[in-house]
């Protein structure tokens, strides 16, 4: 059971990745397979990395975790915006351009890293529901989570390749929208929802 459950919360943690990795895909429908690994590795780490941070602090600052929980969905949005506006722009002036030379610029590492943060950051909370695990049980529940973020990663930088192929200029700017989509979505789930829920409780 502690397999099946770390590999179920693997994927859904994985969903975000997922959606922005086809993102990525469509703004590099070129992409090589070197790449795409580089890429899925990047929020994969960040997805082992924050369920490992958030078991810490439940077991040594649960305080001043909790306290910064509701920062959480802001962050995110805030990062999320960012980047699919930046990039929606760039997909405007790009589809006017008959060479569309701002859709052809290489996402930096700078970029993945923002993207990294902002898909995993909610992934902390996931220390309040590791909390009875021992560090090496956290470890490798982490570990698990972050191979299924990187198989799912590759599964959307794929499709997205694919789609993108076909769409040439306008790749980018439905690639920005569905990073704000994300952004928003995040955001949605983690403050306005539970305002929702408790005020009709």
Sequence with gaps: MFFVNSVLLGIGLAIDAFSVSMANGLREPNMKVSRMNFIAFIYGFFQFAMPMVGWI???????YFTAFQKFIPWIALILLLYIGGKMLIEGIKGDG?????DNDKPLTLKILLVQGIATAIDALSVGFTIAEYNWVMALVCSLII???THIICIVGLVIGKKVGTKLSNKAAILGGVILILIGIEIWAKGFLIPIIQKRLS
């Design 57 to 63: 602090c439940v077991h040594t600052v649960l305080d």
């Design 97 to 101: 351009d008959d060479k569309g030379a």
């Design 146 to 148: 972050a191979i299924m």
